[in-house]
């Protein structure tokens, strides 16, 4: 499979937020700023790559019966390294992000992917697909964070630019990140469609 063809899928045609809608917690709960969806969405691509490689590498040595506990481990192991770098070199992104960074490890993109595809390919199609899932992730958060922060707080980048003085202030409560997601998901399933 081509790089292309595996970000196409990754963005669009196989989206894990927008078309297969996994990975929804993050989504909903860290989208409220730009800063936010990037910081969630580059973190979990990191540990995408890397534990996709890992397990790639370890897949014919894990045992049937202990591989999804070997998975969470190395995931686990990359989570802590995601958690402790952030703390250290960007500690307002890991103070906004909170608990959701240490959730990575439970996300069902990184084990899903981790299962069906690291498990039985090699290590470039596996770091391929690491980077193809984990940008479509980001992709994903970001447009939610676009939507939200635009139409919640009026402003854009985290603040740095104001675009109007009265938001609507439920686009940044849990309630907008429903609507926002569902119309997003309303409007990738409608261009999907018009695709085929």
Not at 116 to 125: D, E, I, L, M, Y
């Amino acid at each position: 499979m081509s790089f292309g063809k595996s970000l196409k899928e990754g963005l669009f045609t196989d989206n894990p937020t927008l078309v297969q809608l996994i990975g929804l917690c993050p989504t909903l709960a860290t989208t409220t700023s730009i800063t936010n969806g990037i910081g969630m969405g580059l973190s979990a691509t990191a540990v995408l790559i890397c534990s996709n490689v890992v397990i790639s590498l370890l897949r014919k040595i894990i045992p049937n019966k202990v591989r999804i506990a070997a998975y969470i481990t190395v995931i686990a192991g990359f989570v802590t390294m995601v958690d402790l770098l952030l703390q250290a070199f960007i500690p307002s992104l890991s103070a906004s992000l909170g608990t959701f960074i240490p959730l990575i490890v439970v996300n069902c993109i990184i084990l899903g992917r981790a299962e069906a595809f690291a498990s039985k390919n090699s290590v470039g199609k596996s770091a391929v697909d690491g980077i193809c899932m984990g940008l479509g992730f980001t992709f994903a958060l970001v447009l939610m964070s676009i939507v939200r922060e635009l139409l919640g707080a009026g402003t854009i980048g985290g603040g740095a630019i104001t675009v109007f003085s009265q938001p609507a202030t439920i686009m940044i409560l849990p309630a907008g990140a429903f609507l926002t997601l569902g119309c997003i998901i309303a409007v990738m399933q409608k261009l999907l469609k018009k695709g085929e």
